[in-house]
């Protein structure tokens, strides 16, 4: 039916219309009808072969037993479907655990330049030959001798969550016992011509570590955690002919080394450093997260790169070696940084 006019009377299209609104016949075809009542006779014969799923009730959520399958907490690669007894104790939880075995990454580039496009002189730094060899584990293992074996886990937490005392929801990426070690070389870092050294970092590993993402108006909210032990960090810097070299063994960051009765810390004997908790950039238990912000600076309108960096924790290094000169241990503990703030670029604020 439509309508036509100031009067806007009904004009009919062929279809008889009658008096009774809630009646009016419909004419179609007897091929189309018989179409319909034939396509429904088909979908309920397979309907009738498909098994429902039997459901069962929990106090939280329900459980389709016929669809669900979980990792088997002794063997991560070993999947299990549960029996209905199984089933009916479970309770679902928020998130996604992922187990890691053996997994092996090996990088290789050749070069990576970066330029500044800004400045009239092209001014670069340029990385040489750069080599990465990664292998991570989790899952399986328990790096902390609690008892307990962690997975890498993304979960995304509500300020309703408990334990969450941050004002918006946000990502949280953690894995308590990553077992990793990494291998980076670089073998020329050149600057706008100058080759002014090489890297080297051996076996790092991070058997702790988490980073949280969240959002406000104009930018980032950010968590960063970690526990992380360097044996070997070396910067042979200068020209080949008459370099140099800094090194570091037994770089740690961590929440503090509590040291025990019976195990006393040393903070002048690396033999004693017993690494504990995460070194942390932002808190979200403390509403107090690092920030990203891009905008435009008030005084003069130009662009800028904010960053505010809370962080807490510390930092050990066992030796530090300059050229020939070995200055021993290096111990830097209880940090806090309650604000600090940085601007990109800079203001212009002279010489330092």
């Known amino acids: 039916m439509i309508y036509k006019g100031s009067s806007w009377e009904p004009i009919s299209r062929g279809l008889p219309q009658k008096k009774d609104k809630k009646m009016r016949k419909i004419y179609g075809s007897e091929k189309f009808f018989s179409f319909l009542f034939n396509l429904f006779l088909n979908l309920k014969a397979l309907i009738s072969k498909i098994k429902k799923p039997e459901i069962y009730f929990s106090k939280k959520f329900l459980l389709f037993s016929a669809s669900i399958i979980v990792f088997n907490s002794g063997n991560i690669f070993a999947i299990t479907e549960l029996s209905k007894e199984e089933m009916k104790k479970k309770v679902a939880a928020s998130g996604i655990s992922i187990g890691i075995k053996g997994a092996v990454f090996y990088h290789d580039n ?26 991570y584990t989790t899952g399986d293992i328990d790096l902390d001798s609690n008892g307990y074996t962690n997975h890498l886990e993304i979960d995304i937490i509500n300020p309703q969550d408990p334990g969450s005392s941050y004002d918006n929801p946000f990502v949280s990426i953690k894995c308590d016992d990553w077992g990793s070690r990494n291998y980076i070389n670089i073998e020329e870092i050149n600057f706008n011509g100058y080759k002014i050294g090489s890297l080297d970092i051996r076996e790092s590993s991070t058997p702790k570590w988490n980073l949280s993402l969240g959002a406000h108006n104009s930018g980032i909210d950010m968590e960063a955690g970690l526990k992380s032990k360097i044996p070997q960090l070396s910067f042979n810097y200068g020209n080949p002919s008459d370099s ?27 033999s004693t450093w017993n690494a504990n908790g995460k070194f942390k950039v932002g808190d979200f238990q403390q509403n107090n997260p690092a920030t990203i912000d891009i905008g435009v600076r008030v005084s003069d309108n130009s662009p800028v790169i904010s960053i505010s960096a809370p962080m807490s924790g510390s930092v050990r290094m066992g030796n530090i070696h300059i050229k020939d000169k070995d200055f021993g241990p290096a111990a830097i503990d209880g940090i806090i940084v309650h604000t600090m703030s940085i601007e990109i670029p800079g203001r212009d604020l002279g010489d330092i």
Do not use: C, M, W
Not at 117 to 124: C, E, V
Not at 252 to 267: C, E, I, R, V, Y
């Open 244 to 270: 140099y070299y800094l090194g570091f063994t037994s770089f740690f960051l961590a929440k503090n080394f509590p040291g025990s009765a019976a195990f006393p810390d040393d903070p002048s004997n690396p």
């Open 110 to 135: 050749s070069s990576i330049k970066l330029i500044d496009t800004q400045d009239s002189d092209q001014a670069y730094i340029n990385f040489h030959n750069i080599k990465r060899l990664s292998t």
